[in-house]
């Protein structure tokens, strides 16, 4: 077995092919932060928790944050609206396999379906209608399922989130965050130190997650909820 970091140096390398290939697409809603600044930040939630704690991935894209924390032995879950993304994280994470970079008994799995709970869909169709200029690129949709009945994990339970949130959407996700996560949980936050106080529409909107910091790794914060 190789040694954790050697599996996410591999697994950063997929990740990266994986990216490469994805801006040759019409994928939308895609955008990937560096590999390289994950795998940093995965590096430095080690130092603060242990791999018996779960991960939860809003958004996972093609995997990039669930396949490095399952690389690093984190169980990880990933939850993603679309399923072209998804079929990339799901080839990436049987590449990383294949290749001893994720141990195939460490729990992973990679869904289609919204990130958002069901309970916040009437509340979030509003705040997308009045403060989001995205819709071309996230359209707007309803919320027809509760796509956590089919993880074994949800945001009130996971003991780690990772959410790489739009501009126009951080107001709205940061504060159901506050609402639905449990004590303690530790945030993994791309956007998080950059959209707490405006929002790039130039609508602000109070954040109530307020997140005591451990790391930020060239602007991927981890903090934790108090």
């Known amino acids: 077995m190789l040694d954790t970091e050697s599996r996410l140096r591999g697994m950063m390398k997929i990740l990266i092919a994986s990216n490469e290939e994805l801006t040759m697409t019409d994928a939308a809603g895609f955008i990937a932060v560096p590999p390289e600044l994950l795998q940093a930040s995965v590096l430095s939630l080690l130092d603060h928790t242990d791999i018996s704690h779960v991960s939860l991935d809003l958004g996972c894209g093609n995997g990039g944050w669930t396949l490095l924390a399952a690389a690093a032995g984190f169980p990880s879950y990933g939850?993603?609206?679309?399923?072209?993304l998804v079929e990339h994280a799901q080839r990436n994470y049987t590449m990383g396999v294949a290749?001893?970079?994720?141990d195939?008994?460490?729990?992973c799995e990679l869904i289609v379906g919204d990130m958002i709970p069901i309970r916040f869909c009437d509340d979030y169709l509003r705040f997308r209608r009045l403060h989001d200029d995205q819709l071309r690129s996230m359209p707007l949709g309803a919320v027809r399922e509760d796509s956590y009945s089919r993880l074994p994990v949800s945001i009130a339970t996971a003991d780690i989130i990772y959410c790489w949130?739009?501009?126009t959407q951080s107001g709205f996700l940061y504060n159901m965050l506050e609402d639905e996560a449990k004590k303690g949980a530790l945030f993994v936050l791309p956007s998080y130190q950059r959209y707490i106080l405006r929002e790039e529409s130039g609508r602000r909107v109070e954040n109530r997650l307020l997140l005591k910091a451990i790391s930020d790794v060239q602007g991927v914060f981890t903090g934790k909820r108090q």
Do not use: D
């Open 99 to 102: 290749a001893g970079y994720i």
């Open 79 to 84: 939850i993603e609206i679309n399923p072209v």
């Open 104 to 107: 195939a008994r460490t729990p």
């Open 165 to 167: 949130a739009w501009p």
